[in-house]
């Protein structure tokens, strides 16, 4: 993978939010878009309750939301209180580490996915992520990035995965060589491929932690099944596990992308909490390693990052399944926790230095592609 080279600095602030509705991670980075020149405070804010319940309308609107209907009301709703957890996030972070507003030249912005429909043969693909970046730029006084993922999806990309740039860049400031693998584990799982020659292939494996959070939740229990003691309790139901997995989606090869909604919790129905969790992280394992195997070049290593590698059993379960060795993010010294955060630091830099930050490996568009948008404090 090549891009055109840049000598200046950035300092960027950094944002995720994930499916899990957990919390807002933050990260500062100092990058010349291609690199990694040094890393930054990081940490995390959690969202409150009201805010996730903000978000979940949105998500509940959004799952019924046909394409030529007006988008629902949620939506603005929740822009607004996305933005102002990023914003009461931020300014908390900066004081406590720091960080000054006008030391940052940048600040970069996800957003909430409240929607995500990867293309088809007779459809374009669909995504949504949510936030008013005008008020996280007006409240920091700082240019923010956000948006990154339509433009990949109006040329026809998957939108998703969009960290890979940044895998490689973490790659090659660790001194890894290729072919190695990074494996992020958050409610959808996705794998990214730095080959030998430094190219990149990327796509969703499958659900990693969203449907048994979703399970969780729906069972009247905590927010995820914490440290995988549901599942280590429970025992997988085969032939649930292999109808999962007759799903057309694992015959496929990449790029592809999905949502954590499009599978169903219905074949998990029946079961108990325990079996069900055991199930669901059994799949979540299996689809890791089916993605592994899909590789064009067998990885020397495969390093785990995102909430997932936190979870023993679902770990175990990857290594058992992988056929390589597969290590974390802590291992290779990098920042789990962070890493996404990081990541959308990185796509900001290099949005506004019109570098790309999907290709035809990562997301199936037709040529490398620059995306984002770009707000300044005090536009209209």
């Known amino acids: 993978m090549t891009t055109s080279s840049s000598t200046k600095t950035l300092r960027v602030l950094g944002f995720m939010t ?182 990149l292939e990327a796509f969703d494996t499958g659900p990693a932690n969203g449907m048994v959070d979703l399970l969780v939740q729906s069972r009247g229990k905590k927010r995820m099944d914490e440290g995988g003691k549901l599942a280590a309790a429970g025992t997988v139901d085969q032939a649930v596990l292999a109808a999962y997995l007759a799903h057309p989606y694992f015959a496929s090869t990449g790029p592809k992308s999905l949502d954590r909604f499009d599978f169903s919790l219905d074949p998990v129905a029946s079961l108990s909490l325990e079996d069900a969790a055991a199930t669901l992280t059994a799949f979540a394992a299996e689809a890791a390693a089916l993605g592994v195997g899909r590789c064009s070049e067998k990885p020397t290593k495969v390093v785990a990052c995102g909430g997932g590698r936190h979870n023993p059993v679902l770990l175990a379960a990857i290594r058992e399944r992988a056929g390589v060795p597969v290590t974390t993010a802590e291992d290779e010294g990098w920042r789990g926790d962070s890493i996404e955060a990081e990541a959308f630091a990185f796509l900001a830099a290099r949005c506004l230095l019109c570098l790309p930050i999907s290709f035809p490996g990562t997301t199936g568009v037709a040529e490398p592609l620059t995306g984002g948008r770009i707000v300044e404090p005090g536009e209209p």
């Open 18 to 199: 994930g499916t899990s509705l957990d919390a807002v991670d933050m990260a500062v980075i100092e990058t010349d878009g291609e690199n990694i020149i040094s890393f930054g405070p990081a940490g995390e804010m959690k969202l409150d309750a009201e805010t996730r319940a903000i978000v979940e309308d949105a998500i509940e609107d959004a799952l019924d939301w046909e394409r030529d209907e007006e988008e629902p009301d949620s939506f603005e709703d929740a822009r607004m209180a996305v933005a102002d957890a990023h914003l009461a996030a931020a300014l908390s972070f900066m004081a406590v580490n720091g960080v000054k507003a006008s030391a940052l030249d940048l600040v970069g912005v996800h957003g909430q996915t409240v929607l995500h429909e990867a293309p088809t043969p007779e459809l374009p693909g669909r995504t949504v992520q949510l936030i008013d970046a005008l008020s996280v730029a007006e409240g920091l006084g700082v240019r923010t990035a956000y948006d990154f993922r339509s433009a990949d999806v109006a040329a026809g990309g998957q939108g998703a995965p969009l960290a890979p740039v940044y895998h490689a860049a973490l790659v090659r400031k660790s001194g890894l060589s290729g072919p190695v693998a990074v494996l992020n584990l958050g409610g959808v799982g996705n794998i990214t491929l730095v080959r030998a020659d430094g190219e």
